[in-house]
């Protein structure tokens, strides 16, 4: 008992051993990936301001929502929503890879990878593909 | 008795059931719930942004303030605003560790989110129920 207590108080005193931090590691996709999943979901954090400004200036009338409008369509407007369709579906298709990882499948190496990928090749495709429909349906940039 | 008991108990011991949030694995799940919900949500909310694309301001008005629009809106907003909020706590908790800053930036967080998920559903209330 004793014993015990002195191993436990000796552990206390004594530094713990630290992880290595993140530099030391070479970048893998996976990590890359991690980090972007939780850099998109603080961007959609902010991002909220810019559906909360859209809702509210819908609310206010006519000429509030020319202000957004004419803000969203301007060059600066349209990049940043850009970021934000980029975001959001790279944040949406992160998710369900955690949800898989999260079941315990997909964790093999090259299953990891090939997941992982996916979600990086899928996000740039629909965000390209649903920007190009909109260009398409609104006849172009205007 | 109580005093040695105290002092042999262990880090595992102090944590199991807590950890930094000192809410045990409630957040972990909740972020689970909410992001199943947002897949769909998100998707709705996507089709809905793409829909109303161009569409000058009297039309814009009468789709959100239509009941299923609106409704599915309120539904993203309010499952948007639980699943950031966890997030941003999570990430705060994990880079921030002097204890006034931590909890004025959780506090923060709190603000932040209650601000812009309110506005957002008074926005759609009141495009709902017109005035």
Redesign the interface.
Known sequence: MAELEARSMTGMQRPRPLSPHLQIYRPMLTMVMSIVHRITGAALYYGMLLIAWWLIAAASGPNAYATFEAFIGSLIGRLILFGYTWALIHHTLGGIRHLIWDTGHGLEPAEREMLTLATLVGSIVLTLLLWGVGYLTMGGPR | MIE?SA??M?PMRRVRGLGSAHSGTRGFWHQ?VT??A??PL?IAF?VIV?GL??RN??A??QI?GSPVVAII?LLF?IN??YH?WI??QE?LLDYFHEEYTKLALLMANTFFVFA?AF??I???L??SFGV
Request: glycine share 8%; with cysteine; proline share 0%.
């Open positions: 040695s002092r042999r262990t689970r992001a199943v947002g897949i998100t996507v793409a694309l161009g301001h009297a814009v008005v959100l809106m907003i948007t605003a950031m997030g941003m990430i812009v506005a957002c008074f926005a759609i009141k495009l």
